[in-house]
């Protein structure tokens, strides 16, 4: 073959890296995020925020929201019958993110994660990584494990040496992520912050241990004399920057803080509220501020009428200037929820997500517990948009994803 000529298997083809875009703007979640995967650049152009937008928002039901919520279901593989589907979408309802959900990822952990939700049941769930505790205790096989459903990435770890003789039931587990400044992947924290459990009610003692050491620190033994730890605290915690933890106290109008890096504990007044104050009717989450900032934030719902509170950035309290009334919306979704008012025990509610304005309303019936006879409901805070989603068991618990950090965080295709 002459030298000045080409096989034609040395032409290489090509697309312009705007139309390549422009294709994957039109399909799905799952090819978007294997293109992600396949080259930086690509993956780099894809995360630009005005194709992230213009992807999210391309239609009323486009190709998948940049942040979704679902439900991780795990089921004991001693028992007979079907197991409950991987994952269950929560919101939003759209046939794209439904598509994504029960098409890709349940199937996806249902082939390479069977046996760890067969064996393990969900702790707590944070930046779109999920602590499983093992079901039935074992000496020879690890009780914890930090399980990634979005990459299928998973890592052992014993229980706390250092806080050993807490009961399951007082002990918290909590899950710090890149995005609040620890330098590594995550960060677990463990805490016996039920100060009635213990030996010296003024007292609590907290470990922690990171994706890259993979050895729990030495425990720290945190004194408070002002007897905020006496009290029952919230299961769950919101993070501020900085590693400052915040949990709900139950009986008092009080937050306790812990910072991470420091050991201090500390405390927040909560808002003036007029009504009674009664914990566990009240829920902590967190908002952004217009710079950034991430603040606390207060909900409540007393007879079907939701209150929420805004943390400002001189550390007071801001009340949303418009209270909502659940029983008109109720009545027009199912009349059959509220038709009889002295069926309905109490309301209940929580935010579904970091920054998210979903939240969840749970109404217990007489007879009812969380597994059995609740009626558990999503509501757009923004929209006023509610549904009816399956009831949540203890053996599930709520993930949430945030795609362009996912994107971001995962590897490369070999």
Known sequence: ?????????????????????????????????????????????ILDPSFIHRFI?????????QRFLARINTHDDTNPGPAPPPLSLVQPVTAAAMSF????????????????LGERIPVTSRGGLVLLRRRYASEKLSSLCVYDPFTGHRAFFSDPPGIGTCTNSSRRYHLLTSSDG????????????????????????????????????????????????????????VVLNGGVMHWLVQSRREILTYNIYTMEVGAVQLPVISHDFKGRFYYLGSYYSHDGRKLLRLISCIVFKIYVWYQLLDGG??????????????????????????????????????????????????????????????????????????????????????????????????
């Open 317 to 414: 309290w801001a009340p949303e200037p418009v209270t909502i009334d659940m029983e008109e919306k109720l009545l027009s979704l199912d009349p059959a929820i509220i038709e009889d008012g002295e069926v309905v025990v109490r309301t209940e509610l929580k935010w579904l997500g970091e920054g998210s304005e979903m939240v969840e309303l749970c109404i217990y019936r007489r007879g009812s517990n969380v597994s059995r006879g609740a009626v558990f409901i999503v509501l757009d805070m923004e929209t006023k948009e509610m549904h009816v989603h399956q009831n949540s068991t203890p053996s599930s618990v709520l993930l949430e994803v945030d795609l362009p950090s996912q994107l971001r965080a995962m590897k490369l295709f070999p």
């Open 182 to 237: 620890i330098g590594c992947s995550f960060l677990l924290l463990a805490a016996n912050l039920d100060g009635r459990a213990g030996t010296d009610r003024h007292t609590i003692q907290v470990q922690t241990i990171r994706s890259t050491c993979r050895i729990w620190s030495p425990a720290g033994v945190i004194r408070d004399n002002s007897g905020l730890l006496k009290q029952e605290m919230h299961r769950d915690a």
């Open 101 to 116: 959900v029960d098409d890709h990822m349940s199937p996806y952990m249902s082939r390479f994660a069977d046996d760890l």
């Open 57 to 65: 928002r391309r239609e009323a039901g486009g190709i998948v929201p």
């Open 1 to 45: 073959m002459p030298e000045d000529l080409e096989s034609p298997m040395a032409d290489e083809w090509t697309l312009p890296a705007d139309l390549l875009l422009e294709i994957i703007a039109l399909s799905d979640t799952r090819t978007l995020v294997r293109c992600a995967a396949t080259c930086r650049l690509l993956r780099r152009d």
